[in-house]
């Protein structure tokens, strides 16, 4: 999805206050007496677990560094207090902790704790990296705020600022829809907790969609004008009713309707999914067959004399029948 794209099934889940699992609520805020703090960069402390070294907390480090500036200026809020992360070179001690066997990344509430599985997230580091800071950043600025924030725009919110939305998110998104998978604000929180990883993968794609299309109805800055709202108004709705005049059922109504009149990508390349360009090729196809169809009975009634002889055959025998002519007017 970086953590664009199937779309790439989104490893990322904020715990505790999704309630992953109750084991995190027994887990200590603070890293223990065994671990060791690494790193410590401009606004992160990076600790090492299960055989994490120290070169990778750097790494994760200047990786958070640079998701820091993006995710603080998309959302629009800047943490003053320094951000813990756990790394773990292992899957076994960061599933130990309670994480759900297909994530790679979480966040332990309510100190904002960020573990990072580096074993399963090696191929998009930065991404998964980027996806927790900015849970931690939009659990800082809403703080007790945060429990009026469906998941959905929590998840949708992290997915899309750590990732570069591309025409491509926005075909699966649109082939989503079209197969029937994409559904109502409700439900689409619940769907983050299926066993399938197909549907896991779905919920994410479709929140991030839902969140791109939400900067597309009330502007570029529409996600910290909703984080904003959020402080002020009672609920999710009255502040997206504020921001885009939109609750987020009439939101995802009329993002579901539109997404068969944007085509932001060429057509030849979702024809499956465009049943009326579908057509137009079939009909435009059909006319040239019929058209070639005539041209060649044409020509056979013209040549019925010729029999079943091919039009190469015909036109070599003509040319042996011009040869014969001249020889015949030269010996005359």
């Not at 070294?53 to 998701?67: N, W, Y």
């Not at 200026?73 to 207090?81: Q, V, W």
């Not at 191929?123 to 939009?138: K, R």
């Amino acid at each position: 999805m970086p953590c664009r794209g199937q779309p790439r099934p989104r490893a990322c889940v904020m715990s505790g206050v999704w309630g992953v699992a109750a084991v995190l609520a027994a887990v200590a805020a603070r890293p223990g007496a065994t671990q060791e703090r690494s790193v410590e960069t401009e606004h992160f402390a990076i600790y090492t677990e299960a055989n994490a070294t120290e070169r990778q907390a750097e790494r994760v480090g200047k990786l958070a560094e640079r998701a820091f500036g993006r995710v603080t200026g998309d959302l629009g809020h800047i943490p003053t207090e320094r951000i813990g992360v756990l790394v773990y070179g292992q899957p076994t001690g960061f599933i130990e902790q309670g994480a759900p066997v297909h994530a790679v990344g979480l966040v332990q509430t309510p100190h904002n704790l960020i573990r990072i599985d580096l074993w399963r997230s090696q191929d998009e580091l930065y991404t998964v990296v980027a996806h927790e800071v900015a849970h931690v950043v939009l659990a800082r600025a809403l703080r007790s705020d945060l429990d009026k924030c469906p998941r959905w725009f929590n998840e949708g919110v992290a997915t899309w600022v750590s990732q570069i939305w591309s025409l491509d998110d926005d075909a699966r998104a649109q082939d989503l829809a079209a197969v029937g998978h994409a559904v109502a604000p409700d439900a689409l929180d619940t769907k983050f907790s299926a066993s399938s990883r197909q549907e896991i993968g779905e919920a994410y794609l479709q929140s991030a969609a839902m969140v791109e299309y939400l900067t597309r109805v009330g502007g570029a800055r529409a996600i910290p004008r909703v984080i904003e709202a959020l402080r002020r108004e009672p609920d999710f709705d009255a502040a997206l009713r504020q921001i885009a005049g939109l609750t987020q059922d009439e939101l995802y109504d009329r993002w579901f309707r539109e997404l068969g009149g944007r085509r932001r990508w060429p057509r030849w390349a979702n024809i499956g999914a465009d049943a009326l360009f579908f057509a137009a090729v079939a009909i435009l196809c059909a006319a040239v067959a019929a058209r070639v169809w005539r041209r060649r009975r044409q020509w056979h009634l013209e040549h019925a004399d010729e029999g079943s002889l091919t039009p190469e055959e015909i036109e070599r025998a003509r040319e042996i029948e011009d040869s014969h002519d001249s020889d015949d007017r030269t010996i005359n």
